[in-house]
């Protein structure tokens, strides 16, 4: 069972920067592409970027700039950076991957922007 299990969300302040981690259970090798996803309250959940094996990593329009996903095929970790963050920001963050076969998700990591 791929299991994905995300870390360091927490309260940030306005103008700061967070560094998700998600670590895979197992080869990372497997999937075609993976990314992160983020919900915040009462709204859908929203794609952030997604990261391929090959060609460019693609972020969504009103994130570009300032976020950064990047992975490590030997750790088996994806991060996600975000900067300049404003309390729009504010959502659980989640990790995503993908295989031939199936779709999977992490638990969910909470960020709070706020002073």
């Known amino acids: 069972q791929v299991q994905l299990v995300e870390s360091g969300g927490g309260l940030v302040q306005p103008g700061g920067s967070l560094r998700l981690s998600c670590e895979v259970s197992g080869s990372i090798r497997r999937f075609n592409a993976m990314g992160w996803y983020r919900q915040a309250p009462g709204k859908q959940r929203e794609l952030v970027g997604m990261?391929?094996?090959?060609?460019?990593?693609k972020y969504a329009d009103e994130l570009k700039g300032r976020s950064t996903i990047s992975a490590d095929l030997d750790m088996n970790t994806m991060w996600l950076v975000l900067n300049s963050l404003t309390p729009e920001d504010t959502a659980v963050y989640y990790c995503?991957?993908?295989?031939?076969?199936?779709?999977?998700w992490g638990q969910g990591t909470q960020v709070t922007v706020s002073s």
């Open positions: 990261i391929f094996p090959t060609g460019p990593t």
């Open positions: 995503y991957a993908r295989d031939d076969s199936d779709a999977y």
